[in-house]
């Protein structure tokens, strides 16, 4: 059900973006998005043209490279360079709605998903600014400095 909400979200920030650059989301390049968010996995373009050929959609290669590089300008996916040196795309974190927990003490961090909170954000108008992604860090003190600070009876 996660999956399914954060996969329409990105198929708005698609229809977006290409509509600002004046360009027409597809629903091939709807499809593949579909289909990059439904692979678990990090993905190949070879093997997710594969998998949509399984599915009997047919779509070209160049459709599917254009697609993800969509998907990646948009921050949708993010791109990285495979053991073998191929491309290799993965869901972007940020459409995973994680926020780090900062400790202002010791320095550690901790990540914490808040998917209601993220939608917000990404949903929410901004003046004159159209949101694709975000990063956010909440400061404040762990559980372990706050009992060592206690004990010692000092402020962190
Ligand atoms: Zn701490």
Redesign the pocket.
């Known amino acids: 059900m996660k999956g399914e909400l954060d996969s329409l979200a990105a198929a708005t920030v698609l229809r977006t973006y290409m509509s600002r650059r004046g360009m027409r989301c597809t629903g091939e390049r709807l499809k593949i998005l579909d289909a990059a968010f439904a692979s678990r996995k990090p993905f190949s373009a070879p093997k997710l043209a594969e998998t949509l050929e399984a599915d009997g959609f047919h779509v070209s290669r160049t459709t599917v490279y254009g697609t993800l590089k969509l998907l990646v300008d948009s921050g949708i996916l993010r791109k990285s360079v495979g053991t073998d040196g191929a491309s290799v795309y993965a869901v972007s974190r940020a459409n995973d709605h994680k926020a780090q927990l900062h400790?202002r003490?010791?320095?550690?961090t901790k990540v914490v998903s808040l998917p209601e909170i993220g939608r917000e954000l990404l949903k929410r108008r901004y003046w004159g600014f159209s949101a694709e992604s975000y990063q956010l860090r909440i400061d404040g003190?762990?559980s372990?400095?706050k009992r060592a600070a206690d004990k010692s009876g000092s402020k962190p």
């Open positions: 400790c003490c010791c320095g550690k003190i762990c372990r400095c």
